[in-house]
């Protein structure tokens, strides 16, 4: 007789509406007076004070004197926290925090980061948030950056093991601010935004793989009401899209493509904003467009074990897309969105493109291929190509692109590339106010003669790897029209050991908060910067 097996039990992603779910944990404002019955009623606590606090602070607060006591018994220094337990029979687990008066907006969230964490070690089941005696704008902010390092600290990424702990969240959080915490709901919606984006990238290769991402855009598209329309490879071949392609050739299956997800806002009263009826449908006024490389082999020009050993991270970028889109469509943003994805993995086989291959890109440019690594620019090339047919007003996109970018700025910034040099002074207080740092790297147009071919429009990049940060920005500008603002950012902070500013997981979701201040800037402005009124 036939020897009869188990059937394999196939390993399967948690359901997205489960995942959409657990993005937040749900917070609200109390009164700004934290009592000692109402401090008592909350497992954890989480108090803000200032570096010197007055008499009158002291005595405002539950426990006051012995707060007083152990606060003085040693040398204090903004930053700095310590715990307690007060409330009846110790009930409360208390943080205290030292606030900085002065401080940047990323070095309140890196201390928020450090509080958020001791807050939650106990696993409490509610949490209070409150500050003492702290000056109005140091308060808000500082509050702020604490809901934002709470809100990350409590989202559990994905994990697959066999006999899983139970995980004890926190199901409550409770911010003492009365009516004077402004900024509250896009700190909220950038969190949701950011904790997307690290879980859909912390994913394992064989778990987001192309087939696997489109499912999960179709549900998110569904569960958030937005439009989805999914470029495969047989209609991009029909468009001409040479440069996607060469990448998504090599691969196994044919599953790679470009998906695009479109927000449009609602009228008051919950109805879609529609075009009249004699009129073309509005395009969007921003497009978010994100590298999707779900693996990175390098292809032909094969990476080593250990530059290979992560390349399951190298959809960073899509993922902020999916992440700020998120956050947009939270916020209720009046602006029309599309979300470009280009989806593929960069494999190694007999099909995967070559160096010295020559192809031609969506929109007729030929492509001289240099080094296959070089991938996330060939497929952003026919993506960005895409969105920029529907005339935005503006393109970002996204990109784990080069490793120059992390030599160049640790992972500590990310690199900002535009067509719109004037406005560098507006994209580089976006990353100062949001935590989310960025440095714009010059966009020269003499740049391009080391992209200069002898057998195609252009390189791919250069031999030699020198500036290919620069060189890769300046590829890609060559696909949006320079009627486009278009701002391009590499993202070196991306991923980074320990985390970053408030995340404290290696995948940071770098973008979700830099994208939300930098639209409400404005960005891009109507009128260029210097531009005189005729």
């Keep these: 007789m036939p020897i009869r097996l188990p059937p394999v039990r196939p390993v399967r992603l948690p359901p997205l509406r489960r995942v959409l779910g657990s993005l937040l944990v749900p917070a609200r404002k109390v009164g700004a007076r934290v009592g000692a019955a109402g401090l008592a009623r909350h497992a954890g606590a989480l108090l803000l004070l200032p570096p010197n606090p007055a008499a009158r602070d ?18 204090r220094k903004p930053g700095d926290w310590f715990e307690l337990r007060v409330g009846a029979r110790a009930g409360t687990r208390l943080i205290v925090a030292i606030v900085a008066p002065e401080a940047s907006a990323f070095e309140r969230l890196s201390a928020a980061g450090k509080w958020a ?62 009516g004077r915490l402004a900024g509250l709901e896009q700190t909220l919606a950038t969190a949701a935004g950011n904790n997307l984006a690290r879980w859909l990238t912390a994913l394992p290769p064989n778990q987001l793989d192309a087939r696997s991402y489109r499912r999960v ?38 599953a790679a493509g470009i998906a695009c997800l479109s927000y449009r806002p609602r009228r008051r009263g919950g109805a879609r904003r529609a075009a009249p ?81 020559v192809i031609r890109a969506l929109d007729g440019t030929t492509i001289q291929v240099i080094h296959t690594d070089a ?38 910034y990310s690199g900002a590339f535009t067509n719109r040099p004037q406005e560098r002074d507006t994209l580089e207080a976006a990353g100062a106010s949001s935590g989310e740092r960025v440095w714009c790297f010059p ?29 890769a920005a300046r590829f890609l500008g060559r696909f949006v029209p320079k009627a486009i603002a278009w701002l391009h950012l590499d993202l070196s902070a991306g991923t980074r050991a320990g985390g970053l500013g408030h995340i404290g997981t290696d995948v940071t ?20 910067a210097g531009a005189v009124r005729a």
């Design 375 to 412: 991938e996330g620019r060939m497929v952003l090339a026919d993506t960005l190509a895409l969105a920029a047919r529907q005339r935005p007003r503006a393109i970002i996109d996204y990109a784990t692109l080069t490793g120059a970018c992390v030599y160049a700025l640790t992972e500590r």
């Design 217 to 254: 855009l179709e549900q998110f598209a569904r569960r958030l009401g937005l439009t989805y329309t999914f470029y495969g490879e047989g209609r991009l071949r029909r468009l001409g899209a040479g440069a996607f392609l060469a990448v998504s050739q090599g691969n196994a299956t044919r």
């Design 58 to 75: 002291w005595a405002a607060l539950p426990d006051g004197a012995v707060l007083r006591d152990v606060f003085s018994s040693t040398p």
């Design 277 to 357: 009826r004699t009129a073309a449908p509005a395009g969007p006024d921003v497009c978010l467009v994100g590298k999707g490389i779900c693996f990175d082999t390098g292809g032909t020009n094969l990476k080593p074990h250990k530059s290979m050993l992560d390349m399951h991270t190298d959809m960073e970028g899509s993922a902020v897309a999916v992440g700020s889109l998120h956050a947009l469509h939270r916020l209720g943003s009046p602006l029309r969105v599309d979300c470009w994805l280009a989806i593929t993995e960069n494999s190694i086989g007999p099909a995967a493109y070559k160096p010295q291959d």
């Design 117 to 178: 964490r001791a807050a939650l070690a106990s696993a409490p089941a509610t949490l209070l948030l409150w500050e003492q005696g702290c000056e109005e704008s140091a308060a808000a902010g500082a509050l702020l950056a604490a809901v934002a390092a709470l809100q990350a600290a409590q989202f559990e990424l994905a994990t697959f093991k066999s006999k899983p702990t139970p995980a004890k969240r926190l199901q409550a959080l409770d911010i003492a601010a009365g």
């Design 509 to 528: 979701g770098f973008g979700v908060r830099y994208t939300i201040d930098l639209l409400n800037r404005g960005w891009p402005a109507r009128k260029p």
């Design 443 to 471: 966009m020269d147009e003499d740049f391009d003669s080391d992209l200069d071919s002898s057998v195609a429009d252009l390189m791919q990049c250069a031999a030699d790897g020198k500036g290919d940060h620069i060189l």
